[in-house]
């Protein structure tokens, strides 16, 4: 993907990507402990204002699907997406799944976050998205 | 106590050629005059279209329908909310009534969404969701996918359902489509999201409900004999972790909606409900308690919830077969099942029916619908 560190991410505040580390970006608010993806600046239960959340830890993949109708945004066809455990959040994410390995998805296996180019962004422009891959992609 | 008077309908299909105003009006002035009354003694109108706004770039639209047909200076509504917009209307009306606001309201249920401009169904284009690819099959599909995981539920399970949709779809000639499908024809069709098949999801239509409700004292006067136990409205709980499998919210209104009428599932003869994918069923089958979790499957695969079965689901042929232009749907499902109470409804008509339930489910946020409605009818 040469070139691809300098594209825009399809969306600000979602995810970051440093090297090969790239991480959700999530929020907890401090009163009931309650985490949130996306980032909420308060608290809806309690109206308290959260804290920043990296989402780090273990990832499992919870359900998942080939979409295989025209795409939207112009992602690859067919691609796959799912709804992934963040267990030490106590989260289930709805994400883009890594539109290589869809052979390899399997309901309870664990993931690990990734970046590329894929698709337009709001604004047609080409970006990075995050997607889960499973955990033992290599790269 | 509020009672259905009147109801009418445009059958669903592609009216390309016919404008919203047209569709609607079919609609209403059939509702009118199955009601026997005329524009001039309805009160208020509560009036359902979920996209007009977006589609054709036309706001206010009861307005613009019901001056045509000479209903003027009178409380109009206009309602947006998803797929339950029709059933939101009904809701609406039914709580104006029971206000003493009014004696005799109109709810009409209209869609023209066979236009060019109309993608794939999602949840908003600037949804975060949306744009890491969350269109409408796909979360169904992710529903149907887990639910195969957890329970055993198979693809010839949720393809009984399109199975069972198509028969029913074959007495009504009301429905869009009328031609029969094996589950063997379903499960070969054309994937669109894993497992879910083309056959597994709703087509989009062009057409309009309409019913007139009227309080105790009307009732009376006019002879109306079909009564509306409740209508329950409910937006998501949007817990997570979301729990694709067990629809809280769903299973919530409906038992508010058998706790308000004071009955359950058992004396409930005839189910219209919110099939728009053939897993949908199986999971509002379930919490509508006609099955224990998990079971819906099996039960769709049964033959139990096909017409001369225990509890007949969706005899109209349902969204998967009458067709789905968004906001009319909920109100073509109290329809439906007001015609199965009266014993008019031919060659599909559910035996000795008298009471009804119809159960609406619209938009998507967090994994969890934006908006649900049960409502429970006797006669």
Not at chain 1, 90 to 99: A, I, S
Not at chain 2, 78 to 96: I, K, Q, Y
Not at chain 2, 135 to 145: E, G, I, K, M
Not at chain 2, 340 to 358: E, F, I, K, M, Y
Request: charged content about 20%; overall charge negative.
């Amino acid at each position: 993907m040469t070139g691809a560190e300098a594209l825009p991410p399809f969306a600000e505040d979602i995810f970051v990507s440093k090297g090969k580390g790239v991480q959700l970006l999530g929020s907890r608010c401090p009163q009931c402990g309650r985490a949130f993806f996306p980032r909420t600046g308060i608290c809806p239960d309690d109206g308290t204002a959260t804290e920043a959340l990296r989402l780090d830890g273990e990832a499992s993949l919870y359900s998942f699907t080939v979409v295989r109708t025209k795409p939207p945004f112009a992602l690859p066809a067919p691609y796959p997406v799912g709804y992934v455990d963040l267990p030490k959040h106590d989260l289930r994410v709805f994400m883009l799944l890594d539109p290589d390995r869809i052979d390899a998805l399997e309901i309870g296996m664990p993931m690990r976050l990734a970046s590329g180019e894929m698709g337009v962004d709001l604004k047609g422009r080409r970006c990075i998205r995050p997607y889960f891959t499973p955990a033992d992609t290599k790269g | 106590m509020v009672h259905i008077l009147g109801i009418g309908l445009t059958p669903f299909g592609r009216h390309v050629e016919r404008t919203i105003d047209h569709i609607g009006g079919q609609a209403v002035r059939a509702a009118l005059a199955d009601a026997g009354v005329s524009a001039r003694e309805i009160e208020g109108a509560f009036v359902a279209n979920a996209l007009g706004a977006m589609l054709l770039g036309d706001t206010t639209i009861g307005q613009t329908i019901l001056s045509g047909l000479g209903l003027r200076g009178l409380p109009v509504v206009n309602v947006e909310n998803a797929c339950t917009s029709g059933s939101t209307a009904l809701w609406l009306a039914w709580n104006a009534i029971r206000a003493g606001q009014m004696d005799v309201a109109l709810v009409l249920g209209v869609e023209k969404m066979c236009v060019p401009s109309l993608g794939l169904i999602d949840s908003g284009r600037t949804a975060i969701d949306t744009q890491l690819g969350l269109v409408t099959p796909a979360s169904f599909a992710l529903r149907a996918r887990r639910h195969m995981h957890e329970f055993g539920t198979t693809h010839a399970q949720m393809a009984a359902v399109v199975e069972k949709s198509r028969r029913h779809a074959l007495m009504n000639p009301d429905a869009m489509f009328r031609r029969a499908e094996t589950v063997e024809q379903v499960m070969a069709g054309p994937s669109v999201a894993d497992p879910l098949t083309r056959s597994e999801c709703c087509p989009i239509a062009d057409g309009a409900a309409a019913l007139v409700l009227v309080s105790d004292a009307l009732a009376r006067r006019h002879g109306a004999d079909i009564r509306i136990e409740s209508v329950v409205l409910r937006s998501g709980d949007y817990g997570n972790p979301a729990d694709l499998v067990r629809w809280k919210t769903d299973e919530e209104t409906a038992a508010r909606a058998y706790e308000m009428a004071g009955r359950g599932p058992e004396s409930i003869d005839i189910i219209e409900c919110h099939d728009a994918f053939s897993i949908a069923e199986i999971l509002h089958c379930e919490a509508l308690g006609l099955c224990a979790p998990g079971e819906g499957g099996r039960l769709a695969a049964s033959g139990e919830t096909a017409l001369g079965g225990r509890i007949p689901v969706n005899v109209s042929g349902g969204l998967l077969s009458r067709g789905h232009p968004v906001a009319a749907t909920g109100v073509a499902q109290i329809v439906e099942i007001a015609t199965h109470l009266r014993g008019q409804a031919g060659d599909r008509q559910v035996t000795g029916a008298r009471t009804g339930l119809a159960q609406c489910m619209g938009g998507d946020l967090a994994g969890d619908t934006k908006s649900c409605t049960v409502a429970i009818l006797s006669r």
